[in-house]
């Protein structure tokens, strides 16, 4: 996956966020309208729900352990976890309520790996997962208004000063 020493995060994104495009010529350095990894004032790689699971929308708790999957799959995105910076971001208000409600659920007391609902995230033994919702307008989804509102906010929040 390329060099990842030097990420500062990783971002998953939930289904309803349009995707980051991919930065096919130089063009796109300049060209603010396009949605790409240029517009983010920090370094990263992403994933997002689509495209392995093609048109079925999982649910919140599902995502988690989606995300989880992950984790297991590549150390970077674990040690990244691991220090706080895996970060998923969504217009859900809902999402991390709702992923605790289902999940409560179906568990009990013995169920591993144990889920920690907490005000922004949830923690699995040392590593976290940071919820992030975007207010995102209804009248454009997916148009060039979340794109413009994705990019403020997490460059405010994560972009290097
Ligand atoms: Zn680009």
Redesign the pocket.
């Known amino acids: 996956m390329g060099n990842t020493e030097e990420l500062d995060l990783v971002l998953f994104l939930d289904a309803n966020m349009p995707n980051i ?1 991919d ?1 096919r010529s130089s063009r ?2 300049a060209d603010g309208r ?1 949605f ?3 517009r983010f004032h920090f370094e990263f790689k992403w994933f997002r729900e689509e495209g392995l699971i093609h048109s079925v929308r999982l649910f919140d708790h599902q995502v988690i352990l989606y995300c989880l999957g992950l984790m297991r799959k590549f150390s970077w995105v674990k040690n990244l976890a691991q220090k706080g910076r895996f970060v998923l971001i969504t217009k859900d208000h809902n999402f991390l309520r709702d992923a605790q409600t289902e999940w409560k659920k179906r568990t009990h007391y013995n169920t591993s790996p144990k889920l920690d609902f907490g005000k922004d995230r949830v923690t699995i033994g040392k590593l976290s997962i940071i919820i992030k919702t975007v207010l995102c307008p209804k009248e454009d989804p997916g148009g060039q208004e979340d794109f413009l509102r994705i990019i403020a906010e997490l460059n405010f929040l994560f972009g290097k000063k």
């Open positions: 495009q930065c796109c350095l396009i790409c990894k240029h």
